[in-house]
């Protein structure tokens, strides 16, 4: 392929490209054989302000950068700021022949797709789990309970006879402690007894409550 078809071809893709992706996408091809790399073809170029013959790159520099940069390698995805404070993708690949240097440029404009990642980022994020939130809500009420009744009772947990534990598994059972999630485990684990004691205590209580044995504390 000469000179000629190849940047008919390269028009081609570019226009191809632009029309695809809209407005916000402009495609170009540059001469990489000339100094400033003259656009020769450019579709929405009002991404970047530029038009046909324009040598100033995507930052909008003319002359003030070494233009051998762009002529030794692609550059695939990359992110470009703007100094009027959009945010662009970038991405210019060589096509070299024997009589053509050519470049290939595809510029998107993000800016506004940033902003709408931004909000819904901020409009989805939350500040926890419910059922974790209120599994742990429902645990501090639980052991403040406990403190509020071991308090009461007047002796830590490793010196209570069963009276005194049994005292307090009354003052939680009438404060309806144990419709709490995992309660009994809680209990148990505070008063350094097992589940199964817990669970005996609280059918007792039970038990003396059908009897009409009322509950005091």
Known sequence: MNREEMLAFLKNVARGIATMFGPNCETLVHDMTRPGHPILAIYHGTVTSREVGSTADIFGDIGDYDETIYEKKDYTNQLVLSRDGRTLKSSTFNIVGEDFHFALGINMDITNMVRATQMLSEITATSGELQQTILQDARSQLEELLRECISAVGK?????????????IRMLYKRRAFTYQKSVAIVAE?????????????HELEEAEKKGEHLTD
């Not at 830590?156 to 307090?168: A, G, Q, V, Y």
């Open 156 to 168: 830590e947990p490793e010196l209570m006879k069963k009276t005194d534990r049994m005292r307090i």
């Open 190 to 202: 505070r008063l350094n007894v097992s589940r199964y004691t817990v669970y005996k205590y609280m």
